[in-house]
């Protein structure tokens, strides 16, 4: 009875943090404490590889109405090197204890405050390096990849009024490296069934209602969206801060 009470809160978890996710952002720094508060028992691959699961169907989501806009020929060079370091990352987290988790968290809410200043050395000459090591990153947690990305891919569209157009391709290229990940977890065995049904659904419901909210052009403050990301690292904090004591 208990598990199956997990489950429609993961669910429910699922639609309240796909909305969330799509609207503001932070969806993976969310869903990291999530988890661990529903299963503590977690290892590091179980946990972030059944999240990005929630991640690609959430994507899939969001991304539906902009799929005629993506140039598949023109992605395929950053695809090939994202996709292989997203492999990569996602092996060597195979079977990790969960308190490394801990690591990979200050690592991406370092990397997403210093992205902006990291964007401006991704150019064409670094962009083959750059495409790897943010597969890598992406295989190892992903949280706050979107602005890095949409740095590499504008190295291919430089033009400030494709920007949407560069964002929708950075969100297309994403995918792929998740579904790259997912399979690799699949693969190792760290995909739970039951759970990633249960957080899978909820997302992709999340990301259709987010998705839509969306559409109708909701404006955030820049100033009320820091404050917003600086909430969701305490949040994701939070329970290594109480397991200290």
């Known amino acids: 009875m208990v598990e199956h009470l997990e489950y429609i809160i993961l669910f429910g978890g699922g639609i309240i943090i796909g909305i969330i996710g799509v609207i503001l952002g932070g969806a993976v720094f969310l869903a990291i404490p999530f ?3 529903l299963f503590p028992s977690l290892n590091y691959s179980q946990t972030i590889g059944n999240i990005k699961v929630g991640s690609f ?7 539906i109405s902009t799929w005629k806009q993506i140039s598949f020929k023109e992605s395929i060079t950053f695809i ?10 996602a092996i060597s987290i195979t079977n990790l204890n969960q308190k490394y988790l801990f690591l990979a968290v200050i690592l991406a809410i370092v990397l997403s405050e210093i992205s902006p200043k990291i964007a401006k050395y991704i150019n064409k ?9 943010l597969g890598i990153y992406t295989g190892l947690i992903g949280a706050g990849i ?33 579904i790259a990940a997912i399979i690799t977890h699949v693969y190792y065995g760290q995909i739970i069934f039951p759970l990633w049904i249960a957080w899978a659904t909820g997302s992709f419901i999340g990301g259709l209602l987010g998705g839509t909210i969306l559409k109708k ?10 404050k917003y990301l600086y909430g969701v690292y ?7 801060i109480i397991r200290l004591f």
Do not use: C
């Open 35 to 37: 988890f661990q508060t």
């Open 57 to 63: 169907t959430r994507g899939i989501a969001s991304t």
């Open 80 to 89: 090939v090197p994202f996709v292989a370091g997203s492999i990569i990352g």
């Open 125 to 133: 000459k670094t962009r083959l390096i750059a495409s790897i090591l």
């Open 146 to 178: 979107s602005i890095l990305l949409v740095a590499l891919l504008r190295t291919l569209f430089p033009k400030d009024e494709d920007i949407v157009y560069v964002k929708i391709q950075a969100r297309f290229v994403e995918t792929t490296a998740t």
């Open 217 to 226: 052009s909701i404006h955030i403050n820049p100033r009320h969206q820091r």
């Open 234 to 240: 305490a949040v994701t904090l939070l329970p290594f």
